[in-house]
């Protein structure tokens, strides 16, 4: 069974950093391109930020120079660090797990942006 997990949101200030994580298991993690993206209520779901297999990375231009994403094949896990963040990040944040034209998600977590 494959399980995406993530962990690591909560509530931040504007300007604050916070790392989200997804632990992943059930798939051959090295070979998967990993992939953040949030949503909005009502809002369709959108790219953060996506790695692949070699390590290459890809940032939505609304996160660029202030998010990073990086993966520990190790651990299967994927992480995203997001720095001077605004409450227009506010939203859940999934992880994605891509293999030609397959993919799973994870269940979500909530990222809050908030004084």
């Known amino acids: 069974q494959v399980r995406l997990v993530e962990s690591g949101g909560g509530l931040v200030l504007p300007g604050g950093s916070l790392r989200v994580s997804c632990a992943s298991s059930?798939?051959?993690?090295?070979?998967?391109?990993m992939g953040w993206y949030r949503q909005i209520p009502g809002n369709q779901r959108e790219l953060v930020a996506i790695i692949s297999v070699a390590g290459s990375t890809t940032y939505a231009d609304s996160v660029k120079g202030r998010s990073a994403i990086s993966r520990e094949n190790a651990k299967s896990t994927v992480y995203l660090q997001m720095n001077s963040l605004k409450p227009e990040d506010t939203a859940v944040y999934f992880c994605?797990?891509?293999?030609?034209?397959?993919?799973?998600w994870g269940q979500g977590i909530q990222v809050t942006v908030s004084s």
């Open positions: 059930g798939i051959t993690f090295s070979r998967y391109t």
């Open positions: 994605k797990a891509s293999l030609g034209s397959l993919y799973y």
